[in-house]
């Protein structure tokens, strides 16, 4: 029997199953629905349920020094991490993250502020050359926490990045961008959409599934 993690009641009409990159279960249901109810309907899903935690387990075994930040990842690239007496800050040197060595106590928490930091002046300018390139303008651009996405772009213009989109390629973190920035002219996942990324990005499904193997970074450096 599949354990189901947590249950969100709202308005929506039917049951949803999502699994989060933690590989835990959240159901999402009609306030009307039963328990025995949500329960036959995780059963029915149990096969595809187990499927997706499985690549979630794989993904942290193959990942293992990731996860156990023993390194970092900054573009794609796998930094080892090392510290250091003499280094006053958290820099990248060939195939290191050095991080001064009063820093390793909370090394978590200081890699997340690093990443921050240096994920800023990145995203904010690849969200300059394409609205540029597509002649879009966001009303305001910031750094999320989210749990579950990669970027977002809500009714008023605001485009939300997750800073976690700094440790993969950058021709991922450019689909992300195109992706947020083509809401600015749909609101909306239809054909019209998906035709205004793939005049940028011709090979979008191919960066799209690419960055879905990804989906396990989000679980990472969640320390509150």
Known sequence: MVHIDMIVRTNRKSVSITITPKGEVLIKAPRKCTIAQIQSIVEKKENWIKLHQEKILNNQTLNENIFNYRDVLFCGQVYHIASSDTTKKIELKEDYCIV?????????????????????????????????????????????????????????????????????????????????????????????????????????????????????????YRTR
Not at 210 to 216: F, R
């Open 100 to 220: 001064p060595t009063k820093q390793v106590t909370n090394l978590v928490s200081n890699l997340e502020k690093w990443y921050k930091k240096i994920s800023m002046p990145i995203l904010w300018g690849r969200v300059s050359y394409f609205a540029n390139l597509m002649q879009v303008e966001p009303t305001k651009v910031r750094l999320s926490n989210a749990r579950g996405c990669w970027g977002s772009c809500n009714s008023l213009g605001v485009i939300s990045l997750n800073w976690r989109l700094i440790m993969v390629p950058h021709d991922l973190i450019d689909y992300v961008v195109v992706h947020e920035l083509a809401h600015l002219l749909q609101m909306n996942h239809s054909p019209l959409f998906w035709n205004v990324v793939k005049s940028v990005l011709p090979d979008y499904q191919n960066r799209r599934k690419l960055l879905k193997k990804g989906d396990y970074l989000l679980s990472l």
